[in-house]
């Protein structure tokens, strides 16, 4: 089965620009999407379509894909940012999640 | 703008079947601009996606939990459902309904929009 890898953990100072990596078998041919989760909240799409941003997603959220990797960059994080962030991409007739990075704002 | 509220049982027994209904407002869910999808969090853990269902009936489900898992959809009352057997302390998790938008014929592949999240419990 198809898995979605990222690092558990990323840190960043405020204001520093945070990258979190998510690595499976030829993402790069898929869509990957990103969403950000705070605790006791729902998640909440922030990047979709590998670069897109929905409506009300702020300018500091990109992504990007290619190869084996798609990465979310937070440029200018905030402490609001902080939370944890899960990457995902539809493999065939399948959904894969991966496994969540907690991103903490220090 | 889609909204979806989960509702069902807080408490299942191992064993028996897990019941959850979607319900959706601002939206239709007889549209062909949307699939409607289960995910599941356990506590502290990652998510988990449950399967989905399209307009047409048609469906797809977690190769992990098909066996298990029905999803289907009741058009006269806009909502959705999910039915997970034999279910086991495992189980135990939010459950979350979830939508995908179609955009100019074109699947977004992602999750838009989410319920706020139904605790399940599975205890005997």
């Known amino acids: 089965s198809y898995e979605l890898t990222q690092p558990p953990s990323v840190s960043v100072s405020p204001g520093q620009t945070a990258s979190i990596t998510c690595s499976g078998d030829?993402?790069?041919?898929?869509?990957a999407c990103w969403y950000q989760q705070k605790p006791g909240q729902s998640p909440v799409l922030v990047i979709y379509?590998?670069?897109k941003r929905p409506s009300g997603i702020p300018e500091r959220f990109s992504g990007s894909n290619s190869g084996n990797t798609a990465t979310l960059t937070i440029s200018g994080t905030q402490a609001m940012d902080e939370a944890d962030y899960y990457c995902?991409?539809?493999?065939?007739?399948?959904?894969?999640f991966g496994g969540g990075t907690k991103l903490t704002v220090l | 703008q889609v909204q979806l509220q989960e509702s069902g049982p807080g408490l299942v027994k191992p064993s028996q079947t897990l019941s959850l209904i979607c319900t959706v407002s601002?939206?239709?869910?007889?549209?062909?601009?949307?699939?409607w999808s289960w995910i599941r969090q356990p506590a502290g853990k990652g998510l988990e996606w449950i399967g989905r269902?399209?307009?047409?009936?048609?469906?797809n489900y977690n190769p992990s939990l098909k066996s298990r898992v029905t999803i289907s959809v009741d058009t006269s009352k806009n909502q959705f459902s999910l039915k997970l057997s034999s279910v086991t302390a495992a189980d135990t998790a939010v459950y979350y309904c979830?939508?995908?938008?179609?955009?100019?014929?074109?699947?977004?592949?992602?999750?838009?929009?989410w319920g706020q999240g139904t605790l399940v419990n599975v205890s005997s």
């Open positions: 601002g939206g239709s869910i007889s549209s062909d601009s949307y699939y």
């Open positions: 995902q991409a539809w493999d065939s007739s399948s959904v894969v």
């Open positions: 269902i399209y307009t047409s009936g048609s469906t």
């Open positions: 030829t993402l790069g041919d898929k869509y």
């Open positions: 979830a939508s995908t938008t179609m955009v100019r014929g074109v699947i977004t592949k992602s999750f838009d929009y």
């Open positions: 379509q590998d670069i």
